[in-house]
């Protein structure tokens, strides 16, 4: 079996040590925790801080200018910065005053929950998974489905979930406001008072600044050769070649962040759903109400969340399909899928080695890949270069966890299926003349 030798660097950085293995150890930083089990909102801000971040207006270091111009066509000021960064660490835009935007997005945590489903008032739990916002200023569409067109939009979406931060409009919010410090700051910023479109705004601006791409696949890329492994190298022509990866996942210079930004169904919950079924029920609870907030209830809420794609535009081709997420910083942000069903990137890649869950709507380019273990190994090696170097202490720490992990517990891996040994229809098929 390939041993996975962990990534070294030839040009010098900090690694800034904040994380654990459990994502819970902070040093120095007020461990006393906030609700919900995050990190203390005070001590996230301490992590930023010392993480660093992209300067107000400009362009990210490792990203084209015509790229990032996409999706930051409007500089944003200082200001906006400012004051996107302390709503994003306020609880009190949730209705009881227990969740911020720091509670899914814990900077202690890759800026996720590394939970399978995110927690939010009363102890409810939703049905997705919390993606990281490092670089999520350059996805659009956002969430899982795709049903929030901009940054901004989505930044306002978790604020009024009832699951979520509970807040029962847009008016309640901006009243909850308006009596406090943030009339000023928010004058400051966008020349009138509290208006929800610039709390939006403002949580974009300060997302934008969330930018991490220097990894050692980009210090290897640009010419270090020390930069990564040998068994990442290998795990590389994998990525382009016989694991297929890239053709949902490309990496170049244009496009750093590892995704086609479409939407595929791999067939990860196919197994346990019936998706005609659900299909059926998403259309009649749409047609009651077609409202944006019933879809973002219904999304995080119900079964339904596991028709994806299909529940914003009621095309049956999007049955089960959900968005190509980013591969930067992934080895510290699990776990995976829509669900959060899978703990390790060696789950991830055996779930696509067996070709998915056979479904109606599985993607055509989901296929049983026939990867040997060694491969296996490589791959899980690349993907872990793709983390930026701020976060390399607790890179390391993840795949130490993730290896243990796979050690004990193979639940997605079949050797017969990723072999072609065995194929779906013959358990489908009576065979012997029964």
Request: hydrophobic content about 40%; proline content about 5%; overall charge negative.
């Amino acid at each position: 079996m390939t041993t996975i030798r962990l990534l070294t660097l030839a040009a010098p950085f900090v690694a800034v040590g904040l994380i654990a293995t459990d994502g819970t150890s902070q040093q120095g930083a007020d461990r006393s925790g906030a609700p919900h089990g995050a990190t203390a909102f005070a001590a996230q801000q301490q992590l930023v801080d010392r993480l660093g971040t992209t300067t107000p207006g400009s362009v990210p270091a490792g990203v084209d200018a015509g790229f990032w111009r996409v999706f930051a066509y409007e500089p944003d000021t200082a200001d906006q910065v400012a004051l996107g960064r302390k709503l994003f660490f306020d609880p009190r835009l949730s209705r009881d005053g227990t969740v911020s935007c720091a509670t899914c997005h814990d900077v202690a945590r890759s800026f996720t929950d590394l939970r399978p489903v995110s927690e939010g008032i009363d102890g409810q739990l939703g049905r997705r998974n919390a993606p990281t916002v490092m670089n999520a200023a350059m996805i659009e569409p956002l969430f899982w489905d795709g049903r929030s067109p901009t940054l901004a939009h989505q930044a306002g979406q978790p604020v009024l979930n009832p699951i979520e931060m509970g807040m029962s409009d847009r008016d309640a919010v901006v009243a909850k406001l308006a009596g406090t410090e943030y009339a000023g700051e928010f004058e400051r910023a966008f020349g009138r008072a509290v208006h929800y479109d610039d709390i939006q705004n403002a949580l974009a601006a300060f997302q934008r600044t969330l930018i991490f791409l220097d990894a050692p696949f980009d210090r290897w890329r640009a010419g270090d050769e020390s930069a990564i492994g040998d068994d990442a190298k290998l795990g590389f022509e994998l990525f382009h070649g016989k694991a297929r990866c890239a053709a949902c996942h490309p990496i170049n210079a244009t496009n750093p962040l590892g995704t086609d930004y479409r939407f595929h169904n791999i067939g990860v919950s196919a197994h346990d759903k019936d998706f005609e079924g659900l299909a059926e029920k998403a259309l009649r609870a749409l047609d009651a109400d077609a409202s944006e907030q019933q879809l973002d209830r219904l999304a995080l809420s119900t079964d339904m969340s596991e028709l994806g794609r299909f529940m914003v535009t009621r095309n049956y081709a999007d049955v089960g399909s959900f968005r190509t997420p980013q591969l930067r910083n992934i080895g510290i942000t699990a776990p995976y899928m829509h669900d959060g069903s899978m703990q390790t990137l060696w789950d991830t890649i055996d779930h696509y080695n067996k070709g998915g869950e056979v479904n109606s709507w599985l993607d055509g380019g989901i296929e049983a890949l026939a990867l040997t273990e060694p491969e296996i190994d490589q791959l899980v090696a690349f993907l872990f270069t793709l983390t930026d170097v701020r976060f390399a202490d607790q890179n390391a720490a993840a795949m130490a966890k993730q290896q243990q992990h796979k050690a004990a517990n193979r639940p997605f891996r079949d050797d017969a299926r990723a072999s072609r040994s065995t194929l779906v229809f013959e358990d489908r098929v009576p065979t012997g003349g029964k």
